[in-house]
């Protein structure tokens, strides 16, 4: 006789490749590596690894292209996928509302100031022999012209790029991670993030240990294996020394931003 129905497992069934539910979208430096590890923890997530770079340098691919990147989903799982230079993308907000207006996006945000000087600091580590981080910064220093042309200048001005993506994007399906409390506060960011996406509160505080040397929160178990794992070599370097007058005419340049970036998202970073 043929065993009661649900008793015998079937075949495991290995799930379908779907374009993402939820991108995020930026922004680099902000820390959007750790927010991609920390939510992959969860059972109800599947997050592509890589960067795609689809809606920015590889959209001609076609998205049956995306697609076959993604990684096998269940029916109850979402997918997600990391590419940080989507924000400053003046396309990518056109893209992804065709692909899906449903998308939801996710921004990682950091103090623009931070934000700039960590970004010389990992294209020095590449390229040694650029020039300085005031040389690049200004185009006259003297009067205090900021260079806006140069990208880590560029992306700080998160209230300029945010107009591009509220044209497709209502508020509700944006949301804004602090890149700072995710250091201080990793479990209640991450908690606020998955509320966005509609998944229980299943990452807390016992999936956080501070690690010193680094200066930031690690896993205590990792999606792949059960062993802790913290984020590559390549971050928490130590930032380069900028002088502090420099630091203080970026912080004025970007105070406008930050005020108008702050009232339109209904949310105070505290940089100032």
């Known amino acids: 006789p ?30 959007t590596r750790a927010v991609l590890e920390f939510i992959r923890v969860h059972p109800e997530v599947r997050a592509l690894g890589t960067e795609p770079h689809f809606f920015d340098r590889n959209y001609h691919r076609g998205l049956e292209w995306y697609r076959s990147l993604m990684p096998r989903t269940l029916d109850s799982q979402i997918t997600v996928e990391k590419t ?9 907000p056109r893209r992804i ?9 996710i921004v990682v945000v ?18 040694p022999d650029i020039p300085t981080f005031e040389g690049l910064t200004f185009r006259n220093r003297s009067l205090g012209l900021v260079d806006t042309s140069w990208n880590a200048i560029r992306i700080g001005m998160y209230a300029v ?7 497709y994007f209502p508020l509700s399906q944006i949301h804004f991670v ?15 993030v998955q509320d966005f996406l509609g998944i229980k509160r299943v990452i807390t505080d016992k999936h956080f240990y501070f690690n010193k040397t680094k200066g930031f929160p690690c896993l205590k178990k990792s999606e792949s294996s059960g062993l802790p794992r913290c ?3 390549s971050k928490g370097r130590t930032h ?5 007058e420099v630091i203080e005419q970026l912080r004025d340049f970007y105070r406008p931003y930050n005020i108008k970036f702050y009232e339109t998202v209904g949310q105070d970073f505290r940089w100032e």
């Open 178 to 192: 602090s890149g700072e409390r995710l250091i201080t506060d990793p479990a209640g960011e991450m908690g606020k």
């Open 84 to 92: 940080p230079s989507y924000f400053v993308t003046k396309e990518a």
């Open 231 to 233: 984020l590559g070599k």
């Open 161 to 167: 790029h945010l107009q591009s993506w509220l044209q």
């Open 240 to 244: 380069v020394q900028i002088d502090p």
């Open 2 to 31: 043929a065993p009661p129905a649900g008793s015998a497992p079937g075949p495991a069934r290995p799930g379908t490749k779907r374009l993402p539910r939820a991108i995020v979208v930026g922004v680099k430096k902000g820390g």
């Open 97 to 105: 509302f065709n692909m899906s207006r449903d998308t939801k996006l």
């Open 110 to 127: 950091r103090n623009p100031v931070t934000r700039a000087i960590s970004d010389y600091t990992q294209t020095l580590s590449k390229k």
